[in-house]
């Protein structure tokens, strides 16, 4: 079956635009998730929903970050006047939802995002 | 922030040697994951280990925990030249959210 798609995999920006990264979850994951990954580093968490709800947004750098997952599928990370220190690969992974348990996350490609 | 530390930074071994990584974590955790990533599949759940448990095998891949030390291992044994990637190990606290340690570069020659 399909995977955790992104939207796009590469985007190159200005510094100054906004930026929109779209994720879409493995169809019937309540859980997504969103991580920033730094050239050389591990993934950093940056939110985290269940369906529309935005339970941990903990991670987001600044208020420039925006997450949204308005129908509880899709999900959009939205970034305004990027900065340099922005680039990174944005990375969206989505589970299901067993109460008392842990649930594997499914990691999708990844948006690559340079800002000049 | 990173969750602790993973040593080596870097490891370069010749086909059929086995590679082992090393990752230090700073909180209490629920359980321990290792991930492989590389450019062409993206990042691939590897193996989970709770933190009740003290060693776990898959195929090539054996994992240990030290919940006193907070620390784990990485064992890839027999190593291929389709293992080189950059592995990560991550903790799982109370919530659902993936605490990465920054990663084991490993190249396989062939």
């Known amino acids: 079956g399909a995977g955790v798609s992104q939207s796009p995999r590469y985007k190159v920006a200005k510094r100054g635009q906004d930026v929109a990264l779209r994720c879409d979850p493995i169809?019937?994951?309540?859980?997504l998730f969103w991580y920033q990954q730094a050239l050389g580093q591990g993934p950093e968490f940056l939110t985290y929903?269940?369906?529309?709800?935005?339970?941990?947004k903990s991670g987001l750098p600044s208020d420039r970050f925006f997450a949204e997952r308005p129908e509880g599928s899709v999900s959009t990370l939205k970034i305004q006047r990027t900065q340099q220190e922005d680039s990174a690969v944005y990375l969206c992974?989505?589970?299901?939802?067993?109460?008392?348990?842990?649930?594997?996350?499914?990691f999708g490609p990844g948006t690559r995002l340079t800002v000049l | 922030s990173q969750q602790g530390e993973e040593d080596p930074q870097a490891l370069s071994i010749q086909e059929g040697e086995n590679a082992t990584m090393n990752c230090s974590y700073k909180?209490?955790?629920?359980?321990l994951q290792w991930y492989r990533q590389n450019s062409g599949r993206g990042l691939v759940h590897l193996i989970l280990?709770?933190?009740?448990?003290r060693e776990k095998h898959s195929g090539r891949l054996r994992v240990t925990l030290d919940t006193s030390k907070k620390s784990s291992s990485l064992l890839i044994t027999a190593s291929r030249a389709a293992d080189t990637a950059s592995y990560f190990c991550?903790?799982?606290?109370?919530?659902?959210?993936?605490?990465f340690g920054a990663g084991t570069i490993l190249r396989v020659k062939s």
């Open positions: 909180t209490s955790i629920n359980n």
């Open positions: 929903f269940q369906n529309e709800a935005q339970l941990d």
């Open positions: 991550a903790t799982v606290g109370n919530g659902n959210k993936l605490v």
């Open positions: 992974a989505s589970s299901a939802y067993r109460a008392g348990g842990y649930n594997e996350q499914f």
């Open positions: 169809s019937g994951h309540v859980s």
């Open positions: 280990i709770r933190s009740n448990e």
